[in-house]
Each structure stands twice: as structure tokens, then as C-alpha cells.
């Protein structure tokens, strides 16, 4: 194992390599500079030592990357690093126990104060109440295929020529060098691959491999496959979130083309290996296609049409398709078929919507429009320009609401007064919220200077202003709010309360809340009878309005720390709409304590009963062309019901509607033959699964047994 | 025919987002009363003119709430279980409102050509961007003609797209009046021999097949619709008939076969329909279908 770079070492560096804690020793070689410049320091030596993936015959190298860390950092042991990326990899209990057993004094008592430090910058400085999170970001790929790395490097130096202060000049000695060991990185990874064609005389993969390699990403790509490498190679880097990939390498495929050196069926089994790279990485990541490009025309091309398809093969990335109105149908085909046989991919976005939310309401710039990407779920950034906190907060609503209710419930005379007491419920607790979330992000700043980050996202290297300090063109903070749709429902329950049309009083009310609706058998059934969102009932979709664009805007009356940015409302849910559930007691809309709170913007299960179209209006009724965190609508359908020959027209049909009415987004699950197996043995969770019965669509809990099985046996033989 | 309530229509239902009664998004209005009794009717509680009360006895509690709401003692506990006296209910619904369990329904209701046009232009929108519209269904909907006249008229006033879905069983006059309201006609034909027509409808074939002949030559676009059951009306005879009628009314748009499909029968058990309706061994599956089609198309080709 090499040392730092740094001759002198501080006494935390000289004890922490005594230990065999190789990064955190680099990362405390020298205390007095910026934890930017010390991160930096951990990235070169990380590059330098880490072990290289395996070539495995792939076109596609190097698939899932390097492991973040050094060896020893391994956080089942001693469980104390830092990654290349400055993440801390921090497992207390194991270092505890470490520093515990420690001999001798000395060093034990410097490894405490480390552990101390590690248990400050990984220490979230938010409540309980509005925790959540993660940061999603996608690289500027874009760049990098023009410029290559040499193009970074000699960006920086000219920068740092001009750097103004002592500060900016650590800033551009810290990304230089971060630049220069990630080119030493690529120049081994060469290195190694030469190695192995020594033994491996005939293999044209390796060939084209190294020769690629050779010119980029150091160098500005010059062929789709280069791109295609280079896209690979940063994104092992950074986040393995491939943003626009069917906008920025469409140049590099086209020119090949004409040039005779590529055909289609060789880009598909590219794209395929790119793909499935990141499917087999696990996580959360997320692909965007179609839509806008900088001159305003629309980016439908061939690549999109193969993407599409390959998105229906696999889980990960999260597709998602921006379209316009004048998406060829073609492409609206493909994306159809994935659906109707069950592929969650592509959702569909309604992208005319976000571009002119972007512009009129967050300052992007037209031109940086056509950037829009989603990361992670569906979290909303402009591609290598734009660090988006996904959701550092969970804005929890019916735990505001169950407190409001044990506020204000019993002693105020109507409902109009207690929905007035409720906002201004949510007035404060947002303006907490928000407070905090900034508490974090300058915390995040302080603590998190993420090199890699700052040097592949625009405009940090221009501003000298790390990644999460505020560097990026663009700032958002996702703010997810949970469980809306069963403080609507709640809502329109205590209305009917206060207007005497339950036969339910409203102590009574409180009681059921308390008991979690125990020995309250017939109330209960009341409750879960009453109407419910999701079925186009102007009541209820009018309070859905009110509500929602209510905490949108005071949401939206406050702005981030970092950069000044913005916070996006939205209602994503992910999957901690069931974690988030566990905490809240019962609510009023018959949801019982501890159960999951609703997901995504559609209805509650067991409440809806018009069908697809009542829901679709439903949703339209909240206002999400304010929420450009992007309300999530999940539709369940049978793909049965669209295999006719009008099936797909039918399908788009319904999209364009909703986007015509104000709807952002449709994620679809057609049903498969698992799904409604597990809907026979608990049909209480799947009443909103209509499928096709006979000549017309049904809920598949309002058919008998004998015909449940007959609608498997059907489902099952389609998927042959 | 039955007289009708106040310029009300009875309906059964009105189904939003129907993607199989007609080309594209629809919203279907389906009206009650029928004087055909198919023995495969999949609408069974489509057929009686008057409202029927249905009981979905898995969620029933019997808390006795039904029992105590009618007037008219309909709704018995015994040991066999929650009885229902057809005969003395009026259909007032009382019942249906108190179930806490929601095990009652009710199957017809009256409404007035407005408010039936209110709901079904709720997916207006949907109908613009698909092409869609309403369709008029049941039962049979010539069954209540005034009903049907004034709620297509409406339909058509504000430009909706009207589809109506009809056995065909009902005087020419009727079809004289609704020809210029209606954009397609969904035509069942279900038997070509008169004498098994009306073993298994109850009516002959005579007066549908002459109105089917009366609306074509009107300019009526029409779909036929012929529902194919083994064992009943899967016979060469039949699809030769079929084809004779395609052969001589050319201006048909299409002709589809449709296949048995038991899935409509767990109706039967909630209005207590006869079960023994049908005993239908063989349920076609998609290859039947294709071998019918082939068969139709073999014939109507075969005389050309
Ligand atoms: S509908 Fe009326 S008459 Fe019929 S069972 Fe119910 S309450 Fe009795
Ligand atoms: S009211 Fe409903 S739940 Fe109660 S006994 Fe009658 S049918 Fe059953």
C-alpha cells in the first residue's frame, strides 16, 4: 500500500496508518487544509490502489466500476473510511468496539476524537419528523464527450490562473489534482487491458476496446462506441445515472452511420450491455428519454426507439419518456406494448409542463430546458448542472393532521374553522420543515465537499463552489409529502362530521381515532363506505385542489440554503410511504395505525370504483403544475383490456387527456399472472384491480372464485 | 312494454371508460328490461324491466339492518341462510341504503336523459382525444324507445359519438326514429334457424333480421355482432347463415364473432337468476376463435 502523498503527516494521519485505515489517514494528513482539498487527496489514493474490474469479454467496461473504498475501510471490520467520492463510510458500532480494545492510550485517545468527528459530519441535524433522503445527480456527460478529461484539465488550470484568494486557488489545486488522478485512473485501467492482450492474441473486443480507450474519455470522443465508453466510465465515477442518453450520444451515432461504422443492431447490443450494467448494480437510478433538445426540437430518434424497447427488459434504470405533442406514434407504440405486458417502463411525463414550470418558475434557463432529466424515482434536476436533494424531508401530512384534529377538533363549530386551524397548522410546520432541511444543507456543505461531484456538474469549476455548497447552476430540494390522499379523504370525513351527515359524533370520532377504530364495528364500516378520492366527485376533488395547492405554495414560499435554490413540492412516495405509515396513528379516513400511508397520487386501495377515467380527473384536480418534484400517478391496468386493435390509440388516449387536464406523470402496472394470484389470497389489498371480464372491465374482488381462476388461467396464458 | 316513470328511463349502470362497446373510450349507459331471455345472456339482471335487488352473500354480515328497513318483508333469516322474497319487493332501495356491509345493490334506477347525459359527458374530454363517445346498451335500450329518443337526441345535439348496442328486437318505427341519432349500431345476430332462435331467446329471428335489412338500407352504419356458443349455435348452418346475410348486406362495416364467455355468470348468484340457464360444458379459448373466423371467412368468400 502507497502512502499519501504528503510527507509530513499529522499525528491523527500517523495513527491511523499504524491501523491499517488507509484513507482516513490520507484524509487527516493534513488538518489545516479544506475538507475539499483533503477529499481530493483520498480520490488519488483510492485511484491509485484500488483493484481494477475484471475484463470480462464485455464491450462495456468497466460495468460496475471500482470498489468506492480501500480494502481495510471495509466497514465490517474497523468500519472507518472515506471514499473516493468523500463519502464517509462510517460504522459505529464496529469502530467502538475498536478503539475500546486499543492498548494504548494515546492512540485510543486520538481514535475516539475520530470517531467523534466521523459521528459529526454523518449526524443529520433534522428531526425525526421530517427525515428521509438522498442525493441524486447526473453528470455532464455531455461535456465530457467533448471535452475529455484533458479538456477539464486545461479548463482548470486556465481557471486557476484567475483565481481569486488563497481559497479559490486550494479550490483548483484540489480539482486539479482530482482530474489528474482520475486520467492516471484511465491510464491504468489501459495499462491493465494491454497487459491482458499479451495473453489474448485474438480477441477483437479487447482490441476495439483498447482502441477506444486510447482516445477517450481523456480525449473528446469521436465514435459512438468512445461516447458510449466514456458515458460508462464517468458514470462509474459519479452515479451511475445516465440522464439524456438518447440526446447526447444520438451525434456520435448519427455521424457513425453515415460514416458506415456502426449498424443498428451493433448500437442495440451496445445500449443492452450499457443497460444492463446498471441493472445489475441494484439501486434506484433512473434514464430519461425523448423530449426537447436545446433548439427546441423534438429528440426522437433511433436511439430512443432501442432504448425504449431495452427499457422493457429491465428492472433499473427507471425510464421515462418526455413527451410532446408531436411524439410520432411510432414510438407511443413501443412504449405501449412495454406497458400493456407488464414492463413498468417507460412512465410517461408530460414534459411541456415541466419545461414551463422550470422557466416561468424556478429561473432555468431556456437553453438549460432542454437538460431536464430525473434521477433516482422521478426527482426533477437540469443533467450536469443541478444537485437535487431527493426528499431530505418527509413532510408527513396526516401526522400534522392527527395533531391538528387532537388541537382543534372537539371545540371549534365548523368545518370551515377547522380547516383554517389545519393550514395554519401546516403554515408552521412547514416553515420548521424548511429550516431545518437548510440546518441540514449547510451542515451537508460543511461536512460533505465531494469532489468528483464538483468536478463533473456545471458551474462549480467556474464559481470555485464545491458540489454540495452550492456550486451547481441549479439547486432543488425535493420535499416528498406523504400520505396526501388520506388527509383528503380525512378531511372530507370530518367535514360530513361537522355537518351531522354521519350518524358520528365528534368525540366519537376522537374515540374510534384513539382505539384504533376497535368495538366500533359499525362506525368503521360508515367510514370506510363514504366516498373516497379517486372517483371524480367534485367535493372531493375540489378539496384535493385547495388542499394540495396550499402546501405547494407555502412550500414554495421559502427558499434553500445551498445556492439559493428552490424546494419542489411533490408526491413520490418511493417506498417509504409504508415506513412513514408505521408512526401514525389511525386516521379518519379509516386507514388504521401503522398501516401504510397512501402512495403516489392515486386513489387509496378498496376506494375507487368509476374506473380509469374518474381517476385520471381525480388526480387532474390537484394543481401539479405547481409541484415540480413531480406528483407520481401509478395506475394498475389488466393489458388485456388495451390488446384489441384500438388498444393502443385507447391508451394514449387516456394519457394525452390527462395531460391535457394538468397531469405530470403515469406510471403503469399492467397486471400480471403473481400479482393477481396474490390478490386471491388477500383480496383485501388489491380491491382496485380491475381487469377484463366478459365484454367489459371489472374489479377482479366482484368475481366469484371460479372466475378468479378462469381470469389467472387467461392472464397466464397471454404471457406465453 | 312497461310504462315509464316521470320521463325517467330505468338503467342499470353507467360504466365509464368502456374500451370493448364501440371504437374507442366510451362511457355506457345500459338499460334495463329486455324481451329477449338469452340463455347466455351475460347482463342477466339486465333483463327484468323492474329494479331487482342483488346480494353479494361473502360480504353480508347479517346485522339484520335490511330485514328491519322493509316495509315490505322481503329480506328473511333462516337457516339456510339471508332470503330474499323477490316477489313482494317494490325496488324503493330502502334495504340497499341501510346494508353497512355493502352486500346489497340494486339494479335499476331511474334517471332522466339528463342526468344519465350528465355523467356520461364527465370523460368528455377522454371522447375528444380517442374518438369515443356513449353507448346506448342493456338490456335491450329499443325496449324503452321515449327514454332512448330523448336521451340520443341530447347526445347528439352537443356532438357526442352515439353507439347503440341492440338485439335488434323492436319495432321498425323505433329504428325509423333513433337512425338519425345513431353513428353505429352494434347488431346482434345470434341463430340463423328460426326454430332454435326462439329455444334460445325466446323470440323468432324474423323482425330482427328484416330490421337489420330496414337500417342498412337506411345508411345505417352497423357492426355485427354474433355471440358463437358450443354446443348451441357453433354449427356449419349458422356460419353459412352468417355469411349469406355479409354476402347480401355489403355496407356492413364488420362482422365479429364473439366467443361464449362464462365471466358474466356470478351475476346469476347475486339476483338469483336461474343457474340453470346454460350448462355449458366447453369454454372457447382463442383458437376456437381463430377456427370460426376461418370458417365465416370461407364461406363468405366461397360464393364471391
Ligand atoms: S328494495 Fe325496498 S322493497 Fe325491496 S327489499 Fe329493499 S327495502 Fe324491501
Ligand atoms: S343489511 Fe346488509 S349486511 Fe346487514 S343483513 Fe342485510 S344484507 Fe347483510
Known amino acids: 500500500m502507497k502512502e499519501g502523498t504528503v510527507e509530513k503527516q499529522s499525528t491523527e494521519a500517523k495513527v491511523l496508518a499504524k491501523y491499517g485505515l488507509h484513507s482516513l489517514s490520507c484524509f487527516y494528513s493534513n488538518k489545516n487544509e479544506p475538507l475539499l482539498r483533503r477529499a481530493t487527496r483520498v480520490s488519488k489514493l483510492i485511484f491509485e490502489n484500488t483493484i481494477l474490474p475484471v475484463y470480462q469479454e464485455k464491450r462495456v467496461y468497466p460495468g460496475a466500476g471500482w470498489y468506492p473504498a480501500l480494502p481495510t475501510d471495509d466497514p465490517k471490520k474497523i468500519g472507518m473510511g472515506v471514499s473516493y467520492t468523500g463519502h464517509y463510510r462510517f460504522n459505529p458500532v464496529t469502530a467502538w468496539k475498536f478503539a475500546n480494545e486499543l492498548d494504548d492510550e494515546f492512540d485510543k485517545h486520538i481514535i475516539t476524537r475520530i470517531i467523534n468527528d466521523l459521528t459529526v459530519f454523518t449526524s443529520v441535524p433534522c428531526t425525526m419528523r421530517y427525515r428521509h433522503g438522498g442525493v441524486h445527480k447526473v453528470s455532464n456527460y455531455q461535456r465530457v464527450l467533448a471535452e475529455g478529461f484533458e479538456g477539464y484539465k486545461k479548463r482548470i488550470i486556465r481557471l486557476k490562473k484567475k483565481a481569486k484568494g488563497l481559497e479559490q486557488d486550494v479550490f483548483y489545486e484540489a480539482m486539479l489534482e482530482c482530474i489528474d488522478s482520475i486520467i492516471a485512473l484511465c491510464r491504468r485501467l489501459l495499462g491493465y487491458l494491454k497487459k491482458i492482450k499479451l495473453h489474448k492474441q485474438d480477441d477483437p473486443i479487447l482490441d476495439n476496446l483498447i482502441k477506444a480507450l486510447e482516445q477517450s474519455p481523456v480525449k473528446p470522443a469521436r465514435t459512438f462506441y468512445q461516447a458510449l465508453l466514456a458515458t460508462q466510465f464517468t458514470m462509474c465515477l459519479t452515479s451511475f445515472e445516465p440522464g439524456r442518453i438518447d440526446k447526447y450520444l444520438y451525434p456520435y451515432f448519427k455521424k457513425d452511420c453515415e460514416e458506415g461504422r456502426i449498424s443498428i443492431h451493433e448500437a442495440d447490443q451496445l445500449l443492452e450491455e450499457f443497460l444492463s450494467n446498471i441493472n445489475n448494480l441494484g439501486g434506484v437510478k433512473h434514464m430519461t428519454l425523448g423530449g426537447t433538445d436545446e433548439n427546441g426540437r423534438p429528440v426522437y430518434n433511433e436511439l430512443t426507439s432501442l432504448l425504449i424497447k431495452l427499457s422493457g427488459k429491465i428492472k433499473q434504470p427507471n425510464t421515462s419518456l418526455l413527451v410532446r405533442k408531436d411524439m410520432p406514434d411510432k414510438l407511443w407504440d413501443i412504449a405501449m406494448e412495454n406497458l400493456k405486458n407488464g414492463r413498468g417502463n417507460p412512465a410517461i411525463i408530460n414534459e411541456e409542463l415541466y419545461l414551463k414550470g422550470l422557466k416561468e418558475t424556478v429561473g432555468v434557463t431556456n437553453e438549460d430546458t432542454a437538460d431536464l432529466a430525473f434521477g433516482g424515482c422521478t426527482e426533477t434536476l437540469i443533467q450536469g448542472k443541478t444537485m437535487t436533494d431527493s426528499t431530505w424531508t418527509a413532510y408527513n401530512l396526516p401526522d400534522i393532521l392527527n395533531q391538528s384534529i387532537n388541537n382543534y377538533f372537539i371545540h371549534l363549530k365548523s368545518f370551515s374553522e377547522f380547516y383554517k386551524s389545519f393550514k395554519n397548522d401546516i403554515r408552521l410546520t412547514v416553515k420548521e420543515m424548511t429550516s431545518q432541511i437548510n440546518l441540514w444543507q449547510h451542515h451537508f456543505a460543511l461536512y460533505f465537499p465531494l469532489p468528483i461531484n464538483t468536478l463533473f456538474t456545471d458551474d462549480c469549476l467556474e464559481r470555485a463552489i464545491g458540489f454540495s455548497a452550492g456550486g451547481c447552476r441549479y439547486n432543488f430540494d425535493i420535499v416528498d409529502i406523504f400520505g396526501a390522499i388520506n388527509v383528503i379523504n380525512s378531511l372530507h370525513t370530518i367535514k360530513l362530521i361537522f355537518d351531522n351527515k354521519l350518524n358520528i359524533s365528534r368525540p366519537q370520532l376522537l374515540k374510534m381515532l384513539n382505539d384504533n377504530f376497535r368495538n366500533f364495528d359499525k362506525e368503521y364500516i360508515q367510514i370506510k363506505q363514504i366516498n373516497k378520492y379517486g372517483n371524480d366527485n367534485d367535493e372531493i376533488n375540489n378539496l384535493a385542489k385547495d388542499l394540495l395547492g396550499f402546501v405547494f405554495d407555502e412550500i414554495k414560499k421559502y427558499r434553500c440554503w445551498r445556492g439559493n435554490g428552490y424546494f419542489l413540492p411533490a408526491v413520490i412516495g418511493w417506498t417509504s410511504y409504508i415506513r412513514q405509515g408505521k408512526h401514525v396513528e389511525a386516521t379518519p379516513d379509516g386507514r388504521l395505525k401503522a398501516e401504510p400511508l397512501s402512495d403516489s397520487i392515486g386513489a387509496v386501495s378498496e376506494t375507487e370504483s368509476k374506473g380509469l377515467t374518474a381517476l385520471l380527473l381525480s388526480a387532474a384536480s390537484i394543481p401539479q403544475a405547481s409541484a415540480l418534484g413531480t406528483c407520481i400517478l401509478n395506475i394498475r391496468i389488466d393489458g388485456g383490456a388495451f390488446a384489441g386493435p384500438d388498444g393502443n390509440s385507447n391508451l394514449k388516449a387516456l394519457f394525452k387527456t390527462y395531460f391535457e387536464l394538468g397531469g405530470q406523470q403515469i406510471q403503469v402496472n399492467a397486471v400480471d399472472t403473481k400479482m393477481l394470484e396474490a390478490a386471491l389470497k388477500e383480496p383485501k389489498k388489491y380491491t382496485d384491480l380491475v381487469v377484463r371480464v366478459a365484454g367489459f372491465t371489472d374489479y377482479f374482488i366482484n368475481q366469484n372464485d371460479k372466475i378468479k381462476a378462469e381470469i389467472i388461467l387467461r392472464t397466464a396464458h397471454k404471457a406465453n | ?304
Not at chain 2, 18 to 31: A, L, M, Q, Y
Not at chain 2, 256 to 270: A, H, I, Q, S, V
Open chain 2, 1 to 304: 312494454m312497461f310504462s315509464q316513470k316521470e320521463n325517467k328511463g330505468l338503467i342499470f349502470d353507467i360504466q365509464r371508460f368502456c374500451v370493448h362497446d364501440g371504437p374507442d373510450i366510451r362511457t355506457t349507459v345500459f338499460f334495463k328490461g329486455c324481451p329477449l331471455n338469452c340463455l347466455w345472456c351475460h347482463n342477466p339482471e339486465g333483463i327484468s324491466p323492474r329494479p331487482e335487488i342483488g346480494l353479494k352473500n361473502n360480504l353480508c354480515i347479517g346485522c339484520g339492518n335490511c330485514q328491519r328497513t322493509c316495509a315490505n318483508k322481503v329480506h328473511n333469516f333462516t337457516d339456510a341462510g339471508h332470503l330474499i322474497d323477490r316477489k313482494n319487493c317494490i325496488g324503493c332501495g330502502a334495504c340497499v341504503k341501510s346494508c353497512i356491509g355493502k352486500a346489497l345493490s340494486i339494479a335499476g334506477k331511474y334517471v332522466s336523459a339528463d342526468d344519465a347525459l350528465k355523467e356520461v359527458l364527465r370523460d368528455i374530454t377522454f371522447y375528444k382525444n380517442s374518438g369515443g363517445g356513449m353507448t346506448v346498451s342493456g338490456g335491450e335500450p329499443l325496449f324503452q324507445p321515449a327514454f332512448l329518443v330523448e336521451l340520443l337526441q341530447k347526445a347528439k345535439s352537443i356532438g357526442l359519438n352515439c353507439c347503440v348496442e341492440t338485439s335488434g328486437m323492436a319495432e321498425q318505427k323505433i329504428f325509423t326514429e333513433i337512425l338519425q341519432y345513431v353513428d353505429l349500431f352494434l347488431y346482434d345476430f345470434k341463430e340463423t334457424n328460426d326454430v332454435l332462435h326462439k329455444k334460445y331467446t325466446g323470440v323468432s329471428n324474423k323482425k330482427i333480421i328484416e330490421n337489420l335489412r330496414y337500417i342498412i338500407s337506411n345508411g345505417a352504419r352497423v357492426r355485427l355482432r354474433c355471440p358463437i356458443i358450443p354446443g348451441f349455435n357453433d354449427r356449419d348452418d349458422h356460419f353459412q347463415g352468417i355469411a349469406e346475410i355479409r354476402r347480401e348486406l355489403n355496407s356492413l362495416e364488420e362482422v365479429e364473432l364473439l366467443p361464449y364467455n362464462p365471466l358474466g355468470l356470478n351475476k346469476y348468484e347475486r339476483f338469483e337468476i336461474n343457474l340453470n340457464h346454460l350448462e355449458i360444458s366447453k369454454i372457447p379459448d382463442g383458437n376456437n376463435k381463430k377456427i370460426w373466423t376461418e370458417k365465416l371467412n370461407n364461406y363468405i368468400g366461397g360464393a364471391s
